[in-house]
Every structure is written in C-alpha cells, then in structure tokens.
C-alpha cells in the first residue's frame, strides 16, 4: 500500500519533468523608447505603430525608429539521452539491486511467527448437520 501512494505521485512527477524538459518557450517583447510596452509568450507582442490613433505615415515613422523587439527562445531538449551501459556493467547493477532487494524483503519475521490455533483441537462430529439441514455444496 505504502508503495503505491509514493509510486504513483513520483511517476506523475516525473512525467511532467520530462514534458517540461522537452518543451521549447518563445518570449517576445517590444520595447519603445527603453520601456517595455508588451511581452508575448504564445503570440507576438502588439507594436507601437497597431496604437497609433492618428495612424499617419510619419508618425508610424517615429514610433518604429524608437521602438525594439527582442525575441527569447528557451530551448528545450530534442531528444531524450538514456544511459547506455557496457554488458559487465549492467549485470554488476542488476546483480546489487537484486540483493539490496532481497536484503530489504525482512523475511525474520517468520521466525517468531505466532500462531494462535496450533493446539486447536476441533469439537467431535456426532451427526452430519448438514444432511440434517439439507445444505450440500454444489
């Protein structure tokens, strides 16, 4: 039972650490006049020029020479590294897992294992009840 409760959230966990470790993030910003005016993380970032209420071609002129767009990837993991062990190798790990294992089995509790109905001795069977009863096992 113990097991089971600590199995299932670490495989979740560990699920999720593979999922986020894979996945590649795109951040874009825009900048106007040193200030940050928008941050985008699945789409792009709204310009200055898209603001504009006059919407002239010289004022998109000046907002577009002051303004910066700087783009953050964060790349993820393209493929998963696994671990590849030298045959001698793996049989040492297997072989110390399987006595850490067995260490860990406890089986010393047989030993002083009581068993309170040794000495149990049943009453004797005058009559069969159960054709008294007319009760059969089918």
């Known amino acids: 039972m113990q097991k089971r409760v600590i199995h299932k959230p670490l495989a979740i966990l560990s699920a999720v650490l593979i999922l986020l470790s894979t996945i590649t993030l795109t951040v874009e910003k825009h900048f106007c006049g040193g200030h940050l005016?928008?941050?985008?993380?699945?789409?792009?970032?709204?310009?200055?020029?898209?603001?504009?209420?006059?919407?002239?071609?010289?004022?998109?002129?000046m907002l577009k020479s002051c303004c910066t767009d700087t783009i953050d990837i964060i790349q993820g993991q393209d493929e998963l590294q696994s671990s590849k062990l030298e045959f001698d190798k793996q049989l040492e790990f297997s072989g110390s897992a399987f006595i850490f294992?067995?260490?860990?089995?406890?089986?010393?509790?047989?030993?002083?294992?009581?068993?309170?109905y040794q000495n149990y001795r049943p009453p004797n069977i005058v009559r069969d009840i159960h054709l008294i009863d007319e009760t059969f096992l089918i």
């Open 37 to 61: 005016v928008d941050v985008a993380f699945f789409g792009s970032a709204h310009k200055c020029s898209d603001m504009s209420p006059l919407g002239s071609s010289e004022t998109t002129q």
């Open 101 to 116: 294992k067995f260490k860990s089995l406890n089986y010393e509790y047989l030993k002083n294992l009581v068993v309170p």
